[in-house]
Each structure stands twice: as C-alpha cells, then as structure tokens.
C-alpha cells in the first residue's frame, strides 16, 4: 500500500490550492479516505472524509463551505479543493485510507486509518 500527497504549496490569504492523493498497491474503490492536517505544535485534525464509493462526505467545521473532497476510483486518486485559504489551514496535510465492506462509511478518527501517505505543506501567508 502506498499513498503519494501533493499538490501543496504557499499561497496567499483567499488563494486556493488543490490536493492529490494517488494510491497503488491496493483495490482502491475498497477503501475510505480521509484528509488530516497537523500544524507544528498542534495536534492532528480530521478535516475532510469521503466514503468508497464517492456517495458520502464529511467535513470539519474549520473548513465546511471552503473545502471539497472528490475521487476518482479510476485514477486511483483522491483530491482536496481548498478555497479562500486562511493562514490558520498553514499546515501539514496527509491523506489516509482504511478498507471498509461498505460503501458508504466514513471514518473520522485517525487511530482508525491504518495508511497514510507522508504528508504535503501548505503555507498561507502574504
């Protein structure tokens, strides 16, 4: 199993960025994904969830409204739509996945995601 982040970057206040997550090694569409940020000395924080299926998503209210989780299972890859960036979303951003039987679970804790990928920088700064 391997995850591959990217996508991160310093942009401005109001700026947007977009996140990739490509996965190998496993059948992707058995999996639910989720998004988690860590900013230094803070603890980590679930921020966006998608189920396997792409039918059902959740968010943190730290970035409802601003942020959007999207997969695509024949890329084997899931995405994070940031918008109107704050400097607050500075940050640490690692996708993580769990296998699930079902295909609209979600999984919002992160000692419930046995793979994660290492991790892209997001700095928001003027």
């Known amino acids: 199993v391997q995850l591959q982040a990217s996508g991160g970057g310093l942009v401005q206040p109001g700026g947007s960025l977009r996140l990739s997550c490509v996965a190998s090694?496993?059948?992707?569409?058995?999996?639910?994904i989720g998004w988690f940020r860590q900013a230094p000395g803070k603890e980590r924080e679930g921020i966006s969830y998608?189920?396997?299926?792409?039918?059902?998503?959740e968010y943190a209210d730290s970035v409802k409204g601003r942020f959007t989780i999207s997969r695509d299972n024949a890329k084997n890859t899931v995405y994070l739509q940031m918008n109107s960036l704050k400097p607050e979303d500075t940050a640490g951003y690692y996708c993580?996945?769990?296998?699930?039987?079902?295909?609209?679970?979600?999984?919002?804790?992160?000692?419930?995601?046995?793979?994660w990928g290492q991790g892209t920088q997001v700095t928001v700064s003027s």
């Open positions: 993580a996945i769990r296998r699930t039987s079902s295909s609209r679970e979600i999984y919002s804790r992160d000692n419930e995601y046995p793979y």
């Open positions: 090694g496993f059948r992707f569409d058995d999996y639910t």
């Open positions: 998608i189920s396997s299926s792409g039918g059902r998503t």
